[in-house]
């Protein structure tokens, strides 16, 4: 079956530690996306890409970054973890980026998400 | 103001009841719209699409209003497995919104 793939599930790192966070896809999108999400919140986008095209969102922290090698991989990578990035992170792809008029395709489709703990 | 704003909920609710989640948006230049259910320590999953005409799967029926800037969706005959967070997601541009989410507690 097609799906979006997340590794590891589980993540503890010590504060400061670098840490990389990956995802992969079978579904062949075009869009892949990184969100983060704190308990009882809304997910919230620090970036994604649109094939090779990086678009990183306003207020993501610049400890964030990302990379995608390949369509099928994107990577996570988190350059001095602090406490407050304790959280799921999680990958998300979409077959296009824009609105269609039938709305059809642009649904995001989500991974498992990996969970971060920062000790 | 939030962009997208749901119910606070928690909603508990007795089995085989119905359920009515409601969702305003603020930005009239949004242009598609998605309920998405995500389990407790889970992703979110997409549970449906809203079109303009409305739309029903199975137990599951989404409304939009675009004059009002509105969406529901309706919950038949509901379930235990049923029990989720319900969240109403609102595309602008390249860009989902989300909503805070509701939940939804099912009760035997």
């Known amino acids: 079956d097609a799906m979006v793939i997340q590794n590891p599930r589980y993540q503890v790192t010590q504060f400061g530690k670098p840490v990389t966070l990956s995802c992969s896809q079978t579904?062949?999108?075009?869009?892949m996306y990184w969100y983060q999400q704190k308990s009882s919140q809304a997910p919230k986008l620090l970036f994604h890409y649109y094939d090779k095209d990086f678009n990183n969102e306003a207020d993501t922290p610049d400890n964030f970054q990302s990379r995608r090698p390949n369509t099928s991989f994107c990577f996570l990578d988190i350059r001095s973890p602090g406490l407050g990035d304790a959280a799921m992170y999680l990958c998300?792809?979409?077959?296009?980026?824009?609105?269609?008029?039938?709305?059809?395709?642009?649904?995001?489709?989500f991974g498992p998400g990996t969970r971060l703990t920062v000790l | 103001r939030k962009e997208v704003e749901q119910d606070p909920g928690p909603f508990n609710v007795p089995e085989g009841a119905t359920v009515a989640f409601n969702c305003t948006y603020s930005?009239?230049?949004?242009?598609?719209f998605f309920w998405y259910r995500q389990d407790c320590r889970k992703e979110p999953k997409l549970l449906m699409s809203?079109?303009?005409?409305?739309n029903e799967d199975g137990r599951f029926t989404a409304q939009l209003n675009r004059a009002s800037q509105y969406i529901s969706l309706l919950i038949r005959d509901s379930k235990l497995s049923d029990s989720a967070t319900y969240l109403c997601v609102v595309r602008q541009g390249y860009q989902l919104i989300w909503g805070a989410g509701t939940k939804l507690i099912i009760k035997p």
């Open positions: 998300a792809t979409s077959r296009v980026r824009g609105p269609l008029t039938s709305g059809i395709g642009n649904e995001q489709f």
């Open positions: 930005n009239s230049a949004s242009q598609s």
């Open positions: 579904l062949n999108h075009n869009v």
């Open positions: 809203v079109y303009s005409s409305g």
